[in-house]
Structures are given as structure tokens and as C-alpha cells.
């Protein structure tokens, strides 16, 4: 496989799940580095995702963002969705994603991330009738493989294992993309990513639930000891594999894209708090004074990392952003988008902790 050569040059994307977080960074970056590219984004709109994520994009690329608002699960808006937007390439961001959310709502999971992916795949089946030229994109996580030990990197061959709903229902959304490729023909490919940060990111990730805290003078919760430990990569360097994939490699491809930043969540939190202790100190004190322990989420897995030998050996694929730069220019952009993340705290979300069985401790983040 040449990675300088593209097998294929997508012209009219159906990217599902555009107005959330990764899916808004993922159409910013191809809107603005591929100017042949009309993409159609289907989104529900709810909670993680919104109208001010996709603020500027009719002004800055006229004709070529078109936004559908219909939800994975509706089949007749789907189908519809089909119709309008006549797609070569389908990439399927939507998710529901967080994990904490997962434990309140484990049905909500099943139904979005399983019945949702099912409805896609069989529109683009009908559309595409046996097309050969066209693409399927899944994006799942590398929580479908569970827990790992102090050692070892989770490989593309890595057996599925999930443990909380979210990740159990991303992992039969993965599978069902294989089955509809296996049985149709369908041609699909799909990656599995670490955990991401950037900016537009819902603050009930850990990172910018820490920084929104931080700033308002919030308690930092950590669940446990602080000793989970995940591999950080930055949204746009995902999102440029995510190209890199659906233009270089063949149908039948899957790739783990990692970012090789294994941080536990204490040190990560630590660090975030010295960063804003230097651009934005206290009146009194540090940010690290506000960590707070609380108690463990049920079924946290242990440790995440991630082999991406394989996207870089075969795709030429290599990250731009150094941790140290990436987690500057997060923090730089949450701290010049103050009226973006006030109205989320307002309307949408106040910082409470998710995913504690008997309610007890307040906190959150995904981690």
C-alpha cells in the first residue's frame, strides 16, 4: 500500500454525528483542506452536540455544509437523509459517548449506538445498491477491548472485552458493521481510537469538566485513588486519520489510531492545574487545592493505551500535535470561548458527577 497515492477522493460525505464534538472538529478540517468536498451532516442535536459548534461554517464555506437534522434511530429520516445528500462516503461519529451516562441510561446506549448503526448501514446498503466505489467509515473507541494490565498495547487483534454499557454497545455497533460487509458486501472500514481532547469537546470529559471547574472555583473530582490511567490524543490528529483511512486504505480495513500519552488521571489533572496556575493564577492558592476524591465509578477499567504501529507503517499517518502543544492550545481555546461553555453550563449541564449508583458524591469525567 502506497500511502502517497489515494485509492479513492470523497466528494459528497454523509458524516453522521457532526455537531458533537469530534464530528464538528472532523467537518472543520475537511471543509477547510478539501475544497472538492460537500458534506451533509446528520445530527439530532441533542445535549453534546449543537448549532453554536457549527457557528461561521455557511459563512466561511457557502454551499458546501448542508446540516440534516434527523436522529440515527429514524429510519425514514435517515433514508431521507439518502436521498438528499446522494453520499460516496458515510463516516459514523454518532454516539452516545459518555460512559457515566452509560450507567444512568444503559438502554438510551443500546438504542442509539446498536439500533442507530444498524438504520445506517442498512440505508447506505439500499442506496448504494453493490457499489464498489463508495466507503462506510465506523469510528469506535478502544474501551470494545476493555481492561488492560500494567503492560501491553491494545493491537488491532486485541479481543473484545468491553465492560460498561457504552463500550459493550460500541462494540456490537462494530460488529454489526463487519456482519453488513460479510453478508451484503457492503463496503465498510473502521478505527478505534483513544481518548480525545480539543476544543468543542462537552465539558463532561475530564478534561474540560477540570478546566470549566477550575475556573469556577469548583471542586476537581477524581474518581478513586486517581490511578486510571488513558492515552491522550489531540481531536484534529484523529480527524486526519480518519481522512487518511476513508482516501488510502482499501475497503476492510481497520486501524487503532493512539496517541501514546499515558497519563493517569491524577497526573492529568495536576498537570492541568499547574498550566492554569501560570496563565490564569488563583487569588489565593493553586488549582490543585481543589481535587477532590470521590468515589469509584462502577466497572472503571484500569488502563487504556493504544498501538498505532499499523496506521503509521501503512498509511504514512503521524500526529502534528505533541502533547505539550495540543494540551496548551486546549486549554488556550477553552479559555477564549468563555460564552460557549457558559451557555452549556446553563442550559445543558452544571458539572454534577453521572454514573454513581446511589447518587452520592458529585463530580464527573470521563476518564
Known amino acids: 500500500m502506497n500511502p502517497s497515492v489515494p485509492l479513492r477522493r470523497p466528494a459528497r460525505l454523509l458524516v453522521c454525528g457532526g455537531a458533537g464534538f469530534i464530528g464538528t472538529n472532523f467537518i472543520r478540517l475537511v471543509l477547510a483542506e478539501h475544497p472538492e468536498t460537500i458534506i451533509f451532516n446528520l445530527d439530532a442535536l441533542t445535549y453534546a452536540g449543537g448549532l453554536d459548534n457549527l457557528a461561521g461554517l455557511d459563512e466561511l464555506h457557502p454551499g458546501r455544509h448542508v446540516l440534516v437534522r434527523t436522529d440515527i434511530r429514524d429510519r425514514k429520516g435517515v433514508a431521507g437523509a439518502f436521498a438528499l445528500a446522494e453520499p460516496d462516503t458515510v463516516v459514523n461519529f454518532a454516539a452516545e459517548s ?121 471542586p476537581l473530582p477524581v474518581y478513586g485513588e486517581g490511578g486510571n490511567i488513558r492515552d491522550w490524543l489531540h481531536v484534529e490528529d484523529h480527524c486526519r486519520a480518519v481522512w487518511d483511512i476513508l482516501t488510502l486504505a482499501p475497503a476492510g480495513s481497520s486501524y487503532n489510531i493512539g496517541g501514546g500519552n499515558e497519563w493517569t488521571n491524577l497526573e492529568l489533572v495536576r498537570l492541568l492545574c499547574s498550566r492554569l496556575d501560570r496563565l490564569r493564577p488563583r487569588r489565593a492558592g493553586g488549582y490543585a487545592d481543589l481535587i477532590t476524591f470521590v468515589a469509584d465509578r462502577p466497572g472503571h477499567d484500569a488502563r487504556y493505551a493504544v498501538d498505532g504501529s499499523r496506521l503509521r507503517r501503512e498509511l504514512g499517518w503521524r500526529p502534528r500535535f505533541d502533547f505539550d502543544r495540543g494540551l496548551d492550545c486546549t486549554i488556550a481555546w477553552y479559555l477564549g470561548h468563555g460564552d460557549w461553555l457558559r451557555a452549556i453550563r446553563e442550559k445543558k449541564y452544571a458539572g454534577g458527577r453521572l454514573g454513581r449508583l446511589d447518587r452520592e458524591a458529585e463530580g464527573g469525567g470521563r476518564g
Open 98 to 218: 459518555h460512559v457515566d451516562r452509560s450507567i444512568d441510561d444503559p438502554i438510551l446506549f443500546v438504542e442509539t449506538n446498536v439500533l442507530g448503526t444498524a438504520v445506517l448501514l442498512e440505508a447506505a446498503r439500499r442506496a448504494w445498491g453493490g457499489r464498489s466505489d463508495v466507503r462506510f467509515h465506523q469510528v469506535s473507541t478502544d474501551e470494545v477491548y476493555g481492561s488492560l494490565g500494567p503492560d501491553g498495547l491494545f493491537r488491532e487483534d486485541t479481543p473484545y472485552d468491553p465492560s460498561s454499557p457504552y463500550s459493550a454497545s460500541k462494540a456490537g455497533a462494530d460488529h454489526l458493521v463487519r456482519a453488513w460487509s460479510r453478508t451484503y458486501g457492503l463496503p465498510v472500514s473502521s478505527s478505534n481510537c483513544s481518548n480525545n481532547y480539543g476544543p468543542w469537546q462537552f465539558p463532561e470529559k475530564l478534561i474540560p469538566l477540570m478546566l470549566v471547574n477550575a475556573l469556577e472555583e469548583k
